[in-house]
């Protein structure tokens, strides 16, 4: 490595973490952090680093590893569930775009071949700074975040044919249309060979390289791949991002995805440092300050149209404005692929030298705000939604009025329709619980529908759509979707509306746990809480822990835990809440086994609450509730006991109600309160 290059890559580590360390203080997001480096460092600010193009090839590098690791998050299957954003969406915003760039540039005189190709750049946005504001926030998942996937693969797909009419723009091509062809049918046979990989080779390949057990080779396996299948999309004529895209999907299929993730991710996020570095060092502040105002207006105006055509994009395409608003501030940005496009304008004459600084400074500016615009999307969303607007255009669709008695009440919503939402959906099938189902995939909605499922098409962030599904009679929601910020909202819409529902969470964090029990949920199930009792479970069992003694284990665990986190103040509530007024004893319900001890004699004789402390507050018999029972009354295999107590005493009586006295678990769980 030449001396040169090792100077600036210690130039460039040096300076970025006194940034780093700067901004996390005042809380500006790492991604602007690394532009400013680059401003400061680069040729027009400070001028520290020599080794520009070098700069560049680590630059490339970190592109290629960010997405690889997220398409080693994804799979084919969930492309295709966002198909319908690839194809309608992303052909919409992108030819929306290009008109709109065109148009505009027409109008301020520019030849016609010179504002097409205006609007080819304005078209494309930064595929690796929105997923990376994604992929911090968690929102990769979320309806918004697979919609933007959507257009920037794409806008991704898009940047081939732009590249090859730039000469035809300029006057120079003999015609486009033969080397399109060719570029398309190299692209779909380079997609073939590496879906034939997916499914064929990579799983046999990877399979051999782990029985090795060795962890060099199968990280050399790894990056392999992820070059190969790069290079191979790169030959077609399509870009190496996508490339390593696809070979993360490739990898993504097979059963060794967690450990190739835990393998790339130290390189990612070292090599992705430097992209976002060489995007500062585009910015030429000395331009910036002989003309600020012309280039903050264009940055404004940027932005301001491109979010306002992509909103509308996902708006036709029937999802609610919630959604949209969030996906089209998302992809407002100019990306990293239209500096690519506009060295090859510049090179045929399509730029001039003061439009091309121009245009690197409204680039630079929109891509170092797009951390601020993802993160204030949401607040600003709930502004323009309080407005005065027709329904329609705040759900994205008509919303669904089904005859009433649908909802005649003690019905349970559930929010989502992922694998949770379809879990609980069938739990609910089966045990004869009347169900609501609420989604946002309008395919998704249609097939089951179609299949008999009582699911609605609905953004549940909205008073109207929840009125629908009878929110103020249900007895219980369930909120199973992946959006953070959706979920804290319909929590505290859905309290409002009534106050009696039992509504459960499934969130992702133990962080979010307390903001969604002060807005009103009942219990939150984070999913990292409930893996880490699962594998406590498991060890136990490896040791031969009895099951009584794990069941036990685990219910102590799970109250000590959500008590811990429970930030409310026991002091300023009121009893109105038995969670906080007893937060060491729980409800468990008991199903009475043929055979057991309790079958055929009295709760007098149990002497439950005499002998264990657990006292039974009700007895469902077939389908009469028996609340407050005498302790005269007779129990009989099959009735349900809603029992009373601390954890550890309902524990010790389930032997009692199950077939000869082994043990019993609850069946309905505890609620603890």
């Known amino acids: 490595m030449p001396h040169n290059l090792m100077a600036d890559i210690l130039v460039i580590f040096g300076l970025s973490v006194a940034v780093l360390f700067l901004f996390a203080k005042i809380r500006v997001p790492a991604l602007v952090g690394f532009i400013f480096t680059g401003m400061l460092a680069g040729p027009h600010g400070l001028g520290l ?28 299957r969930h492309l295709v569930k966002i198909r319908r954003s690839v194809l309608l969406g992303g052909s919409l915003q992108v030819g929306l775009t290009i008109l709109a760039g065109a148009g505009i540039a027409a109008v301020s005189g520019f030849p016609f071949g010179q504002s097409l190709f205006f609007g080819f750049l304005l078209s494309l946005s930064s595929t690796a700074i929105v997923l990376k504001a994604l992929q911090d926030r968690a929102e990769l998942d979320t309806p918004h975040g697979g919609t933007t996937l959507g257009i920037l693969i794409f806008q991704d797909l898009a940047i081939v044919p732009m590249i090859l009419l730039v000469p035809h723009l300029a006057g120079m091509g003999r015609g486009a249309g033969p080397d399109l062809f060719v570029a398309v049918a190299k692209g779909a046979a380079a997609i073939a060979v590496i879906a034939a990989g997916a499914k064929w080779i990579v799983p046999f390949w990877l399979h051999a390289v782990a029985r090795s057990r060795s962890r060099e080779l199968f990280l050399l396996a790894v990056i392999l791949i992820c070059l190969s299948v790069a290079w191979l999309t790169q030959a077609a004529g399509l870009s190496l991002a996508l490339g390593a895209f696809l070979a993360g999907l490739m990898i993504s299929e097979s059963p060794y995805s967690h450990e190739a993730v835990g393998h790339v991710l130290p390189f990612r996020d070292v090599f992705t440092s430097f992209f976002f570095v060489s995007i500062g060092m585009l910015l030429d502040m000395g331009f910036f300050l002989a003309q600020p105002f012309l280039i903050l207006s264009l940055t404004a105006g940027v932005l301001f149209l491109k979010a306002f055509l992509a909103v509308g994009t996902v708006i036709i395409q029937g999802l609610p404005f919630r959604i949209a608003f969030l996906a089209g501030l998302a992809v407002s940005q100019i990306g990293e692929f239209s500096f690519l496009l506009s060295k090859v304008g510049t090179g045929f004459g399509l730029m001039s030298p003061r439009i091309y600084q121009i245009f690197l400074a409204v680039s630079v500016f929109t ?32 919303l669904y009025h089904g005859p009433k008695e649908t909802f005649l009440g003690d019905h349970l919503v559930i929010i989502g329709f992922g694998l949770n939402g379809r879990n609980i959906a069938r739990a609910a099938s089966q045990t004869g619980i009347p169900f609501v189902i609420l989604e946002t995939n309008p395919d998704t909605v ?93 060890v136990l069992r ?33 009893c109105t809440d038995l969670r906080i007024c007893l937060p060491d004893a729980e409800v ?23 002998a264990h402390g657990v006292t039974i507050l009700a007895i469902r018999r077939g389908s009469e509730m028996l609340y407050n029972p005498d302790p005269q009354m007779e129990l009989s295999a099959g009735d349900i006991l809603v029992s009373f107590g601390a954890p550890e005493q309902t524990a010790a009586v389930a032997s009692l109600f199950a077939a000869g006295g082994v043990g019993a678990d609850p069946i309905g769980g505890s609620e603890n309160f």
Do not use: C
Not at 50 to 59: D, G, K, R
Not at 367 to 393: C, D, K
Not at 552 to 574: F, K, Q
Not at 594 to 605: L, P
């Open 588 to 610: 468990v319900t008991f199903r009475i086994e043929e055979g057991s001890a309790a079958d055929g004699r009295t709760i007098g004789d149990m002497a439950l609450r005499k």
């Open 542 to 574: 490896k040791y031969l822990i009895p099951k009584p003694e794990i069941d036990r284990y685990v219910s102590e665990i799970r109250t000590g835990g959500y008590d811990m986190l429970r930030t409310l103040s026991p002091e300023a509530a009121v």
């Open 49 to 76: 680093i020599h080794q520009l193009e070098s700069v560049e090839i680590l630059a490339e590098v970190g592109i290629v590893a960010l997405l690889f690791t997220i398409g080693l998050e994804f799979s084919f």
């Open 367 to 398: 891509m170092a705000l797009t951390p601020f615009v993802i993160a204030g999307a949401p607040r600003l969303g709930r502004r323009i939604l309080s407005w005065p607007l027709p329904a329609r255009f705040k759900t994205g669709g008509s």
């Open 446 to 538: 249609r097939e089951e529908r179609l299949a008999g499922m009582p699911i609605h098409y609905g953004d549940a962030t909205h008073e109207a759509v929840l009125d629908s599904a009878g929110i103020r009679s249900a007895r219980t929601l369930v909120v199973a979707i992946n959006d953070p910020t959706a979920t804290r909202r319909i929590v505290e819409l859905a309290r409002r509306l009534n106050r009696t529902l039992h509504i459960i969470v499934r969130t992702r964090y133990l962080g979010e746990m307390a903001a969604l029990h002060e807005l009103g949920a009942d219990e939150v199930i984070p999913e990292e809480f409930e893996t880490s009792i699962e594998i406590f479970a498991r």
